[in-house]
Protein backbone atom coordinates (compact mmCIF):
# COMPACT_ATOMS: atom_id res chain seq x y z
CA UNK A 1 0.00 0.00 0.00
CA UNK A 2 1.76 2.99 -1.29
CA UNK A 3 -0.69 5.66 1.16
CA UNK A 4 0.64 9.38 0.17
CA UNK A 5 3.19 9.64 -1.77
CA UNK A 6 4.89 13.36 -2.31
CA UNK A 7 7.42 14.36 -5.04
CA UNK A 8 10.42 15.53 -4.93
CA UNK A 9 11.77 14.31 -2.11
CA UNK A 10 14.23 16.95 -2.37
CA UNK A 11 14.48 20.46 -4.30
CA UNK A 12 16.88 23.45 -3.97
CA UNK A 13 15.30 26.59 -5.68
CA UNK A 14 16.59 29.83 -5.82
CA UNK A 15 14.99 32.82 -4.59
CA UNK A 16 12.55 34.36 -7.37
CA UNK A 17 11.88 30.40 -8.77
CA UNK A 18 8.61 29.01 -9.15
CA UNK A 19 8.22 25.11 -8.21
CA UNK A 20 4.91 22.75 -8.05
CA UNK A 21 5.40 19.61 -5.14
CA UNK A 22 2.99 17.01 -6.14
CA UNK A 23 0.85 14.63 -3.31
CA UNK A 24 -1.04 11.63 -4.06
CA UNK A 25 -3.16 9.16 -2.35
CA UNK A 26 -4.46 6.19 -3.23
CA UNK A 27 -6.79 5.39 0.05
CA UNK A 28 -10.00 7.13 -1.25
CA UNK A 29 -9.87 9.82 1.52
CA UNK A 30 -11.66 12.88 1.00
CA UNK A 31 -9.62 15.65 2.41
CA UNK A 32 -6.13 16.89 1.90
CA UNK A 33 -3.66 18.98 3.76
CA UNK A 34 -0.38 20.52 3.32
CA UNK A 35 1.98 21.06 6.06
CA UNK A 36 5.23 22.81 6.65
CA UNK A 37 7.35 21.85 9.25
CA UNK A 38 10.60 24.29 10.79
CA UNK A 39 12.61 23.30 13.69
CA UNK A 40 11.03 24.12 17.29
CA UNK A 41 7.98 24.91 15.51
CA UNK A 42 5.65 21.84 14.91
CA UNK A 43 3.60 21.15 12.12
CA UNK A 44 2.33 24.42 10.57
CA UNK A 45 -1.06 23.98 8.26
CA UNK A 46 -0.30 26.09 4.73
CA UNK A 47 -4.03 24.98 2.93
CA UNK A 48 -6.34 22.03 3.19
CA UNK A 49 -8.91 20.99 0.80
CA UNK A 50 -12.13 18.99 3.01
CA UNK A 51 -13.12 17.84 -0.45
CA UNK A 52 -12.71 17.44 -4.11
CA UNK A 53 -13.59 20.32 -5.37
CA UNK A 54 -12.58 23.07 -2.36
CA UNK A 55 -9.82 24.19 -0.61
CA UNK A 56 -9.20 26.71 2.22
CA UNK A 57 -6.39 28.44 4.10
CA UNK A 58 -4.54 27.14 6.70
CA UNK A 59 -2.69 29.15 9.60
CA UNK A 60 0.32 30.69 7.13
CA UNK A 61 -0.86 30.37 3.22
CA UNK A 62 1.45 33.46 2.42
CA UNK A 63 3.26 32.61 -0.35
CA UNK A 64 1.76 29.45 -1.56
CA UNK A 65 -1.20 28.44 -3.88
CA UNK A 66 -2.79 24.89 -4.28
CA UNK A 67 -4.78 22.38 -6.31
CA UNK A 68 -7.29 20.20 -5.93
CA UNK A 69 -6.28 18.57 -9.34
CA UNK A 70 -9.27 15.40 -8.10
CA UNK A 71 -10.11 13.07 -5.13
CA UNK A 72 -6.63 11.48 -5.53
CA UNK A 73 -4.55 14.77 -6.08
CA UNK A 74 -3.58 18.08 -4.58
CA UNK A 75 -0.75 20.04 -5.09
CA UNK A 76 1.72 23.02 -3.44
CA UNK A 77 2.86 25.70 -5.57
CA UNK A 78 5.49 28.77 -4.87
CA UNK A 79 5.31 31.24 -7.36
CA UNK A 80 8.24 33.30 -6.42
CA UNK A 81 10.24 31.34 -3.97
CA UNK A 82 11.99 33.48 -0.69
CA UNK A 83 14.30 32.26 1.63
CA UNK A 84 11.89 31.77 4.38
CA UNK A 85 9.81 29.08 2.60
CA UNK A 86 13.25 26.90 3.29
CA UNK A 87 11.14 24.14 5.10
CA UNK A 88 10.26 20.60 5.12
CA UNK A 89 6.47 20.11 3.54
CA UNK A 90 4.37 17.73 4.30
CA UNK A 91 1.05 16.15 2.76
CA UNK A 92 -1.31 14.45 4.50
CA UNK A 93 -4.95 12.90 3.61
CA UNK A 94 -7.80 11.64 5.64
CA UNK A 95 -10.93 10.36 5.54
CA UNK A 96 -13.01 13.70 6.49
CA UNK A 97 -12.69 16.70 8.31
CA UNK A 98 -10.05 16.19 11.35
CA UNK A 99 -12.66 16.15 14.25
CA UNK A 100 -11.53 12.35 15.52
CA UNK A 101 -10.05 11.32 12.09
CA UNK A 102 -6.09 10.81 12.34
CA UNK A 103 -4.33 12.09 9.31
CA UNK A 104 -2.01 9.56 7.47
CA UNK A 105 1.17 11.76 6.23
CA UNK A 106 4.00 11.37 3.35
CA UNK A 107 7.69 10.94 3.72
CA UNK A 108 8.01 14.83 2.91
CA UNK A 109 9.71 17.22 0.98
CA UNK A 110 13.08 18.86 2.13
CA UNK A 111 12.94 22.44 0.27
CA UNK A 112 16.03 24.62 0.24
CA UNK A 113 15.71 28.11 -0.89
CA UNK A 114 19.18 29.99 -1.95
CA UNK B 1 -8.41 28.39 18.03
CA UNK B 2 -7.44 25.32 19.92
CA UNK B 3 -3.74 24.55 21.21
CA UNK B 4 -1.07 22.41 22.57
CA UNK B 5 1.65 22.88 24.68
CA UNK B 6 4.65 19.94 24.84
CA UNK B 7 6.85 20.70 27.77
CA UNK B 8 10.38 19.65 27.11
CA UNK B 9 11.96 19.80 23.56
CA UNK B 10 14.18 16.85 24.90
CA UNK B 11 13.83 14.02 26.96
CA UNK B 12 16.14 11.32 27.31
CA UNK B 13 15.87 8.08 28.99
CA UNK B 14 17.66 4.78 29.52
CA UNK B 15 16.70 1.54 28.38
CA UNK B 16 13.66 -0.60 30.60
CA UNK B 17 13.07 3.27 32.10
CA UNK B 18 9.59 4.86 32.59
CA UNK B 19 8.62 7.16 28.96
CA UNK B 20 6.57 10.30 30.42
CA UNK B 21 5.84 12.74 27.44
CA UNK B 22 3.70 15.36 28.51
CA UNK B 23 1.28 17.84 26.51
CA UNK B 24 -1.28 20.18 27.64
CA UNK B 25 -3.67 21.76 25.59
CA UNK B 26 -6.19 25.06 25.23
CA UNK B 27 -9.61 24.30 23.75
CA UNK B 28 -13.26 26.16 24.05
CA UNK B 29 -14.74 22.88 23.12
CA UNK B 30 -14.23 19.12 24.10
CA UNK B 31 -11.06 18.40 22.30
CA UNK B 32 -10.01 15.36 19.79
CA UNK B 33 -6.35 14.81 21.19
CA UNK B 34 -4.11 12.84 19.11
CA UNK B 35 0.00 11.70 19.63
CA UNK B 36 2.19 11.29 16.61
CA UNK B 37 5.46 9.50 16.37
CA UNK B 38 8.12 10.61 13.98
CA UNK B 39 11.43 8.69 12.88
CA UNK B 40 14.14 10.18 11.42
CA UNK B 41 13.45 11.10 7.32
CA UNK B 42 9.79 10.00 7.37
CA UNK B 43 6.32 11.44 7.74
CA UNK B 44 4.29 11.64 11.10
CA UNK B 45 2.48 7.99 12.05
CA UNK B 46 -0.86 8.15 14.26
CA UNK B 47 0.28 6.47 17.72
CA UNK B 48 -3.08 7.17 19.85
CA UNK B 49 -5.87 9.19 19.26
CA UNK B 50 -8.55 10.47 22.30
CA UNK B 51 -12.10 10.49 20.92
CA UNK B 52 -14.20 10.89 24.10
CA UNK B 53 -14.98 7.11 24.58
CA UNK B 54 -12.55 6.38 26.88
CA UNK B 55 -10.12 8.41 29.33
CA UNK B 56 -7.04 5.90 29.02
CA UNK B 57 -6.58 5.55 25.35
CA UNK B 58 -4.16 2.42 24.34
CA UNK B 59 -1.89 3.17 21.01
CA UNK B 60 1.06 0.90 19.06
CA UNK B 61 3.80 -0.08 20.21
CA UNK B 62 3.33 0.11 24.30
CA UNK B 63 2.26 3.31 24.21
CA UNK B 64 -0.86 5.14 26.12
CA UNK B 65 -2.03 8.49 27.64
CA UNK B 66 -4.71 10.07 29.79
CA UNK B 67 -6.96 12.19 29.08
CA UNK B 68 -7.46 14.75 32.45
CA UNK B 69 -9.97 17.29 31.80
CA UNK B 70 -9.41 18.82 35.01
CA UNK B 71 -5.51 19.34 34.15
CA UNK B 72 -6.30 19.94 30.63
CA UNK B 73 -3.72 17.22 30.08
CA UNK B 74 -2.98 14.08 27.67
CA UNK B 75 0.46 13.11 29.03
CA UNK B 76 1.83 9.80 26.78
CA UNK B 77 3.71 7.24 28.43
CA UNK B 78 5.38 3.32 28.64
CA UNK B 79 6.44 1.85 31.24
CA UNK B 80 9.62 0.83 29.50
CA UNK B 81 11.49 2.58 27.00
CA UNK B 82 13.35 0.58 24.25
CA UNK B 83 16.07 1.75 21.64
CA UNK B 84 13.24 2.00 18.54
CA UNK B 85 11.67 4.09 20.79
CA UNK B 86 14.09 6.50 20.12
CA UNK B 87 11.91 9.59 17.75
CA UNK B 88 10.16 12.69 17.72
CA UNK B 89 6.78 13.07 19.45
CA UNK B 90 3.81 15.35 18.69
CA UNK B 91 0.80 16.00 20.71
CA UNK B 92 -2.24 17.42 18.51
CA UNK B 93 -5.59 18.66 19.01
CA UNK B 94 -8.48 19.15 16.79
CA UNK B 95 -12.00 19.81 17.45
CA UNK B 96 -15.45 18.57 15.59
CA UNK B 97 -15.78 19.98 11.81
CA UNK B 98 -12.64 22.02 12.29
CA UNK B 99 -9.55 21.17 8.80
CA UNK B 100 -7.01 22.92 11.58
CA UNK B 101 -5.34 20.26 13.29
CA UNK B 102 -2.86 21.95 15.53
CA UNK B 103 0.38 20.47 16.63
CA UNK B 104 2.61 21.01 19.33
CA UNK B 105 6.69 21.99 18.71
CA UNK B 106 7.20 18.36 19.04
CA UNK B 107 9.48 16.42 21.49
CA UNK B 108 12.56 14.67 20.92
CA UNK B 109 13.25 10.98 22.81
CA UNK B 110 16.96 9.78 23.36
CA UNK B 111 16.79 6.25 25.00
CA UNK B 112 20.39 5.72 26.05
CA UNK B 113 21.62 1.98 26.93
Known amino acids: NAGVTQTPKFQVLKTGQSMTLQCAQDMNHNSMYWYRQDPGMGLRLIYY???????DKGEVPNGYNVSRLNKREFSLRLESAAPSQTSVYFC?????????????FGNGTRLTVT | AQSVTQLGSHVSVSEGALVLLRCNYS??????LFWYVQYPNQGLQLLLKYTSAATLVKGINGFEAEFKKSETSFHLTKPSAHMRDAAEYFCAVSDLNNNDMRFGAGTRLTVKP
Open chain 2, 27 to 32: SSVPPY
Open chain 1, 49 to 55: SASEGTT
Open chain 1, 92 to 104: ASSVSGTGGSPLH
